[in-house]
């Protein structure tokens, strides 16, 4: 028994270096972190709206985020049109025909609201402030039981295209915004498995 309790911190420790993706398997009584640890990125969607005035309680989670001096270096476009949001996915196939033209049209993974951040250029913290403005959208989407992606490739395709101008004249930024992230939404139509994430990334330092 007392050689049992000496083994019992080793079996401790290898059980946690065999599992480096530390996931709540049980929900905790906490919804924030409920939501954290829940909210996977989701690429397949049922093909219904979300209500404007849930993407409002969304955007106004979103732009609570912490942000530099309060400044607010963001500004957000809401695209839940089908067709707006399939002309836009044209014109970018349109604006880079060196590109297979399903990865355009495939690139917005069938989310039915699509929104675009842009960030300020004269503000060097923007896309960090855009980031977690996008984090807080997405965590309260999952909260409100909708799903969403963060893409990045939409913001390369539209800002690296031959000829964006089209597309940049339908979001119209103000000047001095670049397009820095876009983020999907929708009701999930797949419950994807957790990622695995390296804890040993973080250490603390005495
Ligand atoms: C800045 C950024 C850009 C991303 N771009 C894409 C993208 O273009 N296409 C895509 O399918 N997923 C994209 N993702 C989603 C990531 O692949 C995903 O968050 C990551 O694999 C972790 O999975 P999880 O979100 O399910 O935890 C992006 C995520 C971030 C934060």
Request: glycine content about 6%; some cysteine.
């Amino acid at each position: 028994m007392r050689q049992f309790l000496l083994l019992l911190p080793l079996l401790a420790i290898t059980l946690v270096g065999c599992n480096p993706t530390p996931q709540n398997k049980e929900p905790m009584n906490n919804e924030v972190i409920n939501a954290i640890m829940s909210r996977r990125s989701i690429r397949q969607y049922h093909q219904m709206p979300v209500a404007r005035d849930t993407m409002m309680q969304i955007m106004i989670c979103g732009i609570n985020a912490a942000n530099g001096q309060n400044k607010q270096s963001w500004e957000v476009r809401i695209i839940d049109n089908p067709t707006t949001l399939q002309k836009v996915q044209d014109l970018m196939a349109a604006g880079n025909p060196n590109l297979p033209a399903e990865m355009a049209h495939g690139c917005m993974r069938g989310a039915p609201v699509m929104t675009f951040i842009a960030r300020d250029r004269n503000y060097d913290f923007s896309a960090y402030d855009c980031g977690l403005l996008a984090g807080n959208m997405m965590l309260a989407a999952q909260s409100l039981g909708i799903g969403s992606i963060c893409l990045g490739s939409p913001v390369r395709f539209i800002n690296d295209a031959e000829n964006s101008d089209d597309i940049l004249a339908l979001l119209g930024f103000s000047e001095n915004y670049e397009l820095c992230l876009c983020v999907g939404f929708g009701y999930a139509n797949e419950s994807p498995e957790a990622k695995p994430r390296d804890i040993n990334k973080v250490q603390f330092v005495d």
